[in-house]
């Protein structure tokens, strides 16, 4: 009795959960019929809304120069093409093709040297408006490593965001995001120790934040495994499905891929050679006499195709497909290509015929033989005709039969919402852009261990053995040249400390702001406001730490205005060497930077006054003394240690040369220097160099593109 109960209960919590269905047999006997539900499909709810948006573009050609001359290469050739909502297209093509091209164009990446138009919804495109719906996700997965999941999505959304949108939803739309992308249970990972698969779902989920209705790829699949790249697809088609236009570039897919796309535009030698569902890819070659083999990669074969290698087929294609302007939906699309093909083979067969009568069949025989046989071949135009399923047949100025098809886009709706048309470039205030930046930047130098700590450790090591070598020779009068060495050397430590590691790092974030910055999360010149303040509170404070010990240790004077003299000039030294680590990084990679920084400092330490005097440089190489920060830097720390009536130095010899600082002064030529002058120089330089760095950020982003 217990098991029956038990199998009725049971049945009953199925039937109540939709799980099972009862069906009746008429005599009262229970049959049981499993249900499959289906798993209903992850979706974005709390993400703002956006219009759907379908894009074309007619005639493009893009050239680049070769070379320093006047001659030019034509990368893409005319090209013309539409890409969807709702549809997952793939950009398809032999290496050189064009395919990152025009991606690149497509998604507003390059703009110049293009001729041709592109269209959203029908009308011009705006490029402005345009970066405002689409987002582009390249190759390279460009996270900051030291963020955990969580701290970039909150980053991303405070950014993207404006500030209609409170806390609570934008909270509501991380949890949406990485749920549906899988990401939920890695929410507190630092995201250089996520998986290659995991860093691209983590790059997607970072644009998704402000819902983009365009979003292009560049070669999503690179360097994943096939498993992780069938993730991928599948992501990138639930994305597409769920009305936004998804255009991604990819090199050669499996099979498994290549069915998962919705369309497919293929490029050969900067040309269009197929554009249309995947569907219709093989029918399509096949009325062009181009049979892809049975249990054959389609994606592999019109490679193979486009590359070559089942002959010179480029131009049959380019024309068939009218270099993009058709587009092949369905087998209607090409159904006309196919009748023109017959038609062809029915005229070549009407040839044979013809020469056969003529050779064979004289007089009244042979006219009664072409009548007959124009019969049947009129018969088989007219069933020719039938097979084009009511569409339209019409000739070309050349005779060839031509398919005309309406052309519908998906979406047609204008683009007028308040946001979209807004003139403000960034969805947040600089101000704000500046701080979130900010806030970033700082938190990762802290997690970072060369920038942090390393730096601290090199700080603390160096000074503590310069005071171990120069131990109490600050009042030593027969040591001054020793002192006026280990002032020299502070500036040597401090400019090479802070340049260095300047132009080892900055190149880094040059990857992370190009696609943020290309993206629209932040400007330029917040970006690089928040980077320039960001770095130096930390400067400062290892600067200060290293000052203390060796000015304690070498026995410097101790009185508070020496000392705050001393201390200053190295701070500015050092603010100023981390400037021009800041233009050198923003003007060259590491490598070059590594090794031109210290090779163009050489002049600077040359005219620093240490080991030539003012007067004794010639009059026609002064000027570069006037240029040299290493020269106002210990200018200014030699004439805070020895100037401004300082007593005479204690004496344990005979003679010491040097007991009077003004000796000392004398000997260096600065009797007359000026400190404040000296700190001036080195504020000015400082502020030119800052404003060089930006200048140079500016060009690099543009070149770079």
Known sequence: METIMDSYSWEQFLENNNLLGVGGNGSGGGQLKAQIVPAQPKTLQHLPKRPAVDLAFHNLTYRVKEGNGSNSKTILKGVSGRLRSGELTAIMGPSGAGKSTLLNILSGYKTTNIEGSVTMNGAERNLSTFRKLSAYIMQDNQLHGNLTVQEAMTVATNLKLSKKFTKLEKNSMIDDILLTLSLSEHRNTMTRNLSGGQKKRLSIALELVSNPPIM?????????????????????KMLAAGGRTVICTIHQPSARLFEMFDQLYTLADGQCVYQGSTKQLVPFLSTLNLECPSYHNPASYVIEVSCGEHGDHTRKLVEAIDNGKRDIRSSADYAGLKARNDLVKVQNLKAILDKNDVSNVSGS????????????????????????????VSTNDKGDAMIDVEKTDNCTTALLSEEIMSPERYPTSQFHQFWVVLKRTLL????????????????????????????????????????LGFLFFNMLFLMYTSMTITILSFPLEMPVLLKENFNRWYSLKSYYLAISVADLPFQAIFCVIYVSIVYFYTSQPWELFRFSMFLSACLLISFVAQSVGLVVGAAMNVQNGVFLAPVMSVPFLLFSGFFVSFDAIPVYLRWITYLSYIRYGFEGTALATYGYGREKLKCFQTYCHFKSPTTTLEELDMVNANFTLDIVALIVIFVVLRVSAYLFLRWKLKTAR
Not at 217 to 228: H, K, Y
Not at 463 to 473: K, S
């Open 216 to 236: 292009f790829f560049d070669e999503p699949t690179s360097g994943l495994d096939s498993s992780t790249c069938f993730q991928c697809i599948h992501l990138l």
């Open 365 to 392: 025989k042979y006219e009664e033989n072409l009548t007959m046989n124009n019969g049947l071949l009129n018969g088989m135009v007219n069933d020719i005709v039938k097979e084009t399923n009511g569409s339209v």
């Open 444 to 483: 990762f130098s802290y997690r970072d261990w060369t920038l942090m700590y390393l730096r601290l450790f090199a700080h603390l090591l160096v000074g503590f053995l310069i005071g171990a070598l120069y131990y109490d020779i600050g009042n030593d009068g027969a040591k001054v040249l020793s002192n």
